[in-house]
C-alpha cells in the first residue's frame, strides 16, 4: 500500500501559466518529496491542465477542472476539500518556494512542534526584480499569539502561501470575502487551534502584482465596509477593547471617511454595529479632516476616546 501523502501543497489556478509553471519549478525542485500537489482549476481554456499534464511533477499532481468558475476564495476551499493530506499548504500561483529545503523547514516545524498552524518569514517579489523581505518581531509575534484578533491592525502573518494548516473541514475560506479573507481565516482557526508557530527562515516569494485581487481592493469602500463588518460580527464583542484593536477600527473609520452610519448600510452591511463604533463615527464627524489625518493629532484622539469608553462602562 503507497504511504499516504504527508503534506497537500493546494494550488487555485486561473489562468496564468507563466506563473504556474515557475511555481510547479520551484515545487519540483524541493528535498522533501512527500507531498501531493493539487491543482483546481477555474480557466475556461485547458492551458492549465496541459502545463499539469506534461509537467515533470505530473506523476504527483492531481488536477480538478471546476464546473463553473469558484472564484476567489471558494477555489482555495475547494482544493481544501480535494486535498488527500492532514495538511494544507496552499500556493497561490504567482508565488513560489523561496529555496529546495522550503517545503521541508515547513515539514520539520510540524514534526517538531505541536501547534496546528505554522507560518514563515517570506519576501515580496516587486515587479522589476525589487524583494523586501518581511519578517516578524518578538514583540508581535508574542502579541499574535496572545490574540489573533489584533491581526485586524495588520496581518503579521502575511498572505496563505506563508502558511501552512492542519485540515480541519469546520473552517474554510470565507466565500463572502476578498478583502480580510486571509485574516478572517486566521482569526478564526486560531481561535479554535490557538497558538501560531513561527519559522523564522525566508521560504516563499510573493509575486506581487497590480492584477492581485487585495490590491484592487485597496480603499474600495463597497468591499472593505461590508467586510470589516462581516468580520466584527464573528467576534467576540469584548475584544475591541483592546487597546490595538480599538486604534485598527478608529483608523478604519478615518480612512475610509465614514462620518454616517447609514453609509454603511448603503454599502451593503445591513447588520448590527457595535456601540463603541457608533461612538467613534459620531466623534469622527465633527473633527475637521486636516486634524484628523494628522498622525499624532488623530493617535491623541484616538487614546482619549479609548479612555471615555473603558471609564463609561
Known amino acids: 500500500m503507497a504511504e499516504p501523502f504527508f503534506i497537500s501543497i ?29 491543482i483546481t482549476d477555474d480557466s475556461p481554456e485547458v492551458d492549465v491542465q496541459e502545463l499539469a499534464e506534461q509537467h515533470p511533477l505530473s506523476p504527483q499532481i492531481r488536477y480538478f477542472k471546476n464546473q463553473g468558475r469558484l472564484g476567489t476564495p471558494e477555489n482555495w476551499n475547494e482544493g481544501i476539500r480535494r486535498a488527500k493530506s492532514d495538511w494544507i499548504k496552499i500556493m497561490h500561483d504567482d508565488d513560489w518556494f523561496s529555496g529546495p529545503e522550503s517545503l521541508l523547514h515547513f515539514a520539520d516545524a510540524i514534526r517538531k512542534g505541536e501547534n496546528w498552524f505554522y507560518f514563515s518569514a517570506y519576501s515580496n517579489a516587486h515587479p522589476g526584480g525589487r524583494v523586501r523581505p518581511v519578517v516578524i518581531s518578538e514583540f508581535h509575534l508574542h502579541a499574535l499569539q496572545r490574540n489573533p484578533v489584533k491581526l485586524l491592525a495588520a496581518n503579521r502573518v502575511g498572505p496563505p502561501s506563508v502558511v501552512i494548516f492542519k485540515k480541519d473541514m469546520s473552517i474554510l475560506f470565507d466565500h463572502r470575502m ?66 490595538t484593536v480599538y486604534d485598527s477600527w478608529w483608523r478604519f473609520i478615518r480612512n475610509l471617511k465614514i462620518r454616517d452610519e ?24 465633527k473633527i475637521p479632516s486636516f486634524i484628523l489625518n494628522a498622525g499624532f493629532f488623530s493617535k491623541l484622539l484616538m487614546s482619549t476616546h479609548y479612555l471615555k469608553s473603558k471609564l463609561s462602562k
Open 178 to 243: 476578498q478583502w480580510l479573507v486571509d485574516i478572517d481565516f486566521y482569526i478564526r482557526y486560531l481561535a479554535i487551534h490557538p497558538s501560531a508557530g513561527y519559522i523564522a527562515m525566508n521560504l516563499v516569494q510573493i509575486g506581487i502584482s497590480e492584477s492581485q485581487v487585495t490590491r484592487s481592493s485597496f480603499g474600495n469602500r463597497q468591499i472593505e465596509i461590508p467586510e470589516r463588518f462581516l468580520l466584527a460580527e464573528k467576534l467576540d464583542p469584548g475584544n475591541i477593547k483592546d487597546l
Open 262 to 285: 447609514k453609509e454603511i448600510s448603503e454599502h451593503g452591511y445591513l447588520g448590527a454595529i457595535p456601540e463603541t463604533i457608533r461612538s467613534m463615527i459620531r466623534v469622527q464627524k
Open 10 to 38: 493546494c494550488i487555485p489556478a486561473f489562468r496564468r501559466t507563466t506563473y504556474l509553471k515557475r511555481l510547479l519549478d520551484s515545487i519540483s525542485i524541493q528535498t522533501y518529496r512527500h507531498f501531493e500537489v493539487v
